[in-house]
């Protein structure tokens, strides 16, 4: 993935949500002919969400190629973009009801977070409103649709409670689950060669700058100067945000992911939790400094009383119930909401054209993040451990 986009990832679903703070009101037209200006797709008890913001959406999904979509794969991306378009007005529409709508305050606040989150500096902030062809005022109100469909479904399981009893059980029965691996756990700093075109305050752009600027972050990290704090600071790579944390792996795990053996052996081996290792450049032609933050030589089968069983089995628990809850809330929203879907209605009017759709002209718009290429810095994330 592009690395700027790597910085612009909290604000994803902002960004690919954008359309539908453009709805037009009350146009009455269909979604005949495929064409998008003017028409509308669906109506949500009255509110229409026009086929210009369905293909918006489809354009910022496929990087600008919606035109290059055979008809039959435009009709199923309009209908599957059109159903999201859907669901999440029917559920804001219901917030709206329940009065759960945020401030003004809430919202600013919201993003200011996700700058953080994203170590974004008010300069990055601009520049990924401009790629993404958005205002300021429109991520505002998109961000206040997620905020209030987020309190909604808070509100709707906020009472969910998990008993001892169930807890015991849902042990006995999967004791299996709780088995901890034999491996290690591991923070790292990155210093990348390749231009991150601004994604990382700290940015080496070529070779010569990445290997001094590894070799200076390890001066400081041998004068005493906190792991964590530095890789905040200084590392490029996407563990920035979680302040270098690349979480557990197993010894096949780091061989998968093509951690040389000789380090691997030291992780296993002398060296010890909580010292860091030398800078390395590895095959991917990035310089890297891992820290060894764990290690368990021998696979331990937990109990329900080692740190950590009990509440983690009751997250578990917790989230499984939220998804039932969370899934009837959806159901009971569109059983009780008053749709009219007028491009569903014009593909099966004509079958054989799917409603006169063509392919759509090309629009501008921003890529969604994709998955980046695996790499040491990455290998030993909770993800990949699981």
Excluded: W
Aim: proline share 4%; glycine share 6%; charged share 25%.
């Amino acid at each position: 993935m592009h690395r700027l986009s790597r910085k612009f990832v909290i604000f994803a679903s902002a960004v690919l949500l954008v359309a539908a703070t453009t709805a037009c009101e009350g146009t009455g037209s269909s979604a005949q002919g495929g064409k998008s200006d003017g028409a509308v797709a669906a109506t949500v008890n009255g509110k229409d969400i026009p086929l210009k913001d369905v293909d918006q959406i489809i354009n910022q999904q496929t990087n600008g190629q919606m035109s290059q979509l055979s008809p039959i794969q435009q009709a199923t991306a309009r209908i599957q973009a059109l159903d999201s378009l859907i669901q999440q007005e029917v559920l804001f529409q219901r917030a709206d009801k329940e009065k759960l709508l945020p401030s003004d305050d809430e919202v600013t606040q919201e993003i200011g977070a996700r700058k953080r989150q994203g170590g974004m500096t008010e300069e990055d902030y601009q520049r990924m409103l401009q790629q993404s062809g958005q205002t300021e005022p429109q991520l505002r109100e998109v961000l206040r649709k997620e905020i209030a469909i987020r309190k909604l479904l808070d509100k709707t399981v906020g009472k969910i409670t998990i008993k001892d009893n169930e807890v015991t059980e849902f042990f006995n029965n999967n004791k299996e689950r709780f088995v901890a691996p034999r491996g290690v756990g591991l923070s790292v700093i990155v210093a990348d060669p390749t231009d991150s075109g601004g994604a990382f305050a700290d940015d080496a752009k070529n070779d010569f700058e990445a290997q001094n600027k590894i070799n200076d972050v390890h001066a400081a990290l041998k004068r005493g100067e906190d792991f964590a704090t530095v890789a905040r600071k200084r590392s490029e790579d996407q563990s920035v945000a979680r302040s270098g944390d690349i979480g557990f792996a197993t010894e096949d795990q780091l061989k998968q992911n093509r951690f040389p053996q000789e380090l691997i052996t030291n992780l296993f081996g002398p060296m010890q939790v909580g010292s860091f290792t030398n800078p390395m450049k590895l095959e991917d032609g990035r310089y890297y400094i891992f820290k060894l933050t764990d290690r368990r030589l021998e696979t331990e089968n937990r109990t329900l009383e080692s740190p950590g069983v009990r509440d983690e089995i009751k997250q578990l628990l917790i989230s499984e119930r939220q998804r039932v809850l969370s899934e009837a809330l959806r159901l009971v929203a569109l059983n009780e909401a008053k749709i009219v879907n007028n491009l569903a209605t014009d593909i099966l009017k004509d079958p054989n054209n799917l409603g006169g759709l063509s392919p759509a002209q090309p629009a501008s718009a921003t890529a969604s993040p994709a998955s980046a290429t695996a790499s040491p810095a990455t290998a030993a994330s909770p993800a990949a451990a699981k």
